[in-house]
């Protein structure tokens, strides 16, 4: 199966260090561009192992840009629909990194590049039974992303596709965070695999509502819902079971891309073993299956942590099997 992200591609400027001394003059830490985006890290995930993957992006027509294109070629990630335009620059994330590598963010995306998808671009991608859709919240955090987003769910939905979505919530994207629960509510009851971190759920549901909001999906047809929480032990639920697997200890450098290389595996693994839409419920209820793409994917995650960046923390197959 192919996987076709839909979303951000930009630039993760990554702290390094510490700042340089000049005397008694303020300085601040260095920076190192790398290419990102959630969507993105996943694509490149996939590929990185093996899989067939394309990106559904706009990037500035300026030199951020062109950088990406060329970094997701180099990663034979598929970029016919990385569009460039002149109405909007390529995003860019801050990125600071404490002593434990958990990440802070400074997004400059309000005029973002890949906010400029039309209908009439999108219009232009063959949805078939063999594709996967993947996408993040990203993709609903502003009305000038919405048509876009919902011209393609429903698209894949009468083509049979199946579409996964990360929740990967990011307040700084959003156009008015009180929009973000019922947003994502409603695209989450369209979509077959859904990931989110407890720390998400939390936020936008309510500690105490986590579990039922995740029990309201799955009553809507989610076929596997993946709940991650950082360090600790990964939960898989299904209409039919559920199961949790421990995440191995560690020497964590950098947890930038670590969810999306987690969601990669998964989508890569489970491309292994469905040739299309019409064999993925009987896949999904299966709990031998699903415990083994989740533990596939894990160890993706795992090894992403122990390295900086996003693209270039992605592993391979070699590197998953040391």
Not at 21 to 47: E, H, L, T
Not at 103 to 109: A, I, L, M, T
Not at 176 to 191: C, F
Request: proline content about 4%; aromatic content about 10%; some cysteine.
């Amino acid at each position: 199966m192919k996987i076709l992200c839909l979303g951000e591609v930009l630039i993760d400027m990554l702290s390094q260090g510490a700042a340089p001394k000049d005397g008694d003059i303020p300085a601040m830490k260095p920076f190192q561009p790398y290419a990102g985006g959630a969507p993105a890290n996943v694509a490149v995930a996939v590929s990185q192992l093996g899989g067939n993957s394309a990106m559904v992006s706009k990037v500035g027509d300026d030199t951020f840009g062109a950088f990406l294109k060329e970094m997701l070629a180099h990663y034979k990630v598929n970029t016919d629909f990385v569009w460039s335009t002149s109405e909007g620059n390529t995003a860019l994330a801050f990125v600071n990194l404490d002593e434990d590598g958990e990440r802070s963010f400074d997004f400059y995306v309000d005029n973002a590049a890949h906010k400029h998808i039309t209908e009439q671009d999108l219009a232009t991608i063959d949805c078939e039974k063999d594709t996967v859709l993947h996408f993040c919240s990203g993709s609903l955090a502003g009305p000038e992303l919405i048509p876009g987003t919902e011209f393609i769910l429903d698209k894949a939905q009468q083509k049979g596709m199946m579409v996964c979505l990360d929740i990967n919530y990011r307040p700084a994207f959003w156009d008015d965070t009180a929009n973000a629960p019922a947003r994502i509510d409603s695209a989450a009851q369209r979509v077959s695999i859904l990931k989110a971190s407890r720390e998400e759920l939390a936020e936008l549901y309510g500690e105490e509502n986590a579990d039922a909001k995740v029990q309201e999906w799955l009553e809507s047809g989610v076929k596997v819902v993946l709940v991650t929480d950082g360090g600790e032990p990964i939960h898989y639920i299904t209409q039919a079971f559920s199961g949790t697997l421990a995440s191995p200890k560690m020497d964590v450098k950098d947890t930038t891309a670590a969810g999306d290389s987690f969601i990669g595996g998964f989508l890569y693994y489970l491309s292994t073993k469905v040739k299309s839409t019409d064999e993925f419920d009987a896949w999904a209820s299966s709990f031998e299956n699903v415990s083994e793409a989740t533990e596939f994917a894990i160890r993706c995650g795992a090894y992403t942590v122990t390295q900086y960046g996003a693209f270039s923390a992605l592993p391979t197959q070699q590197d998953i099997a040391k």
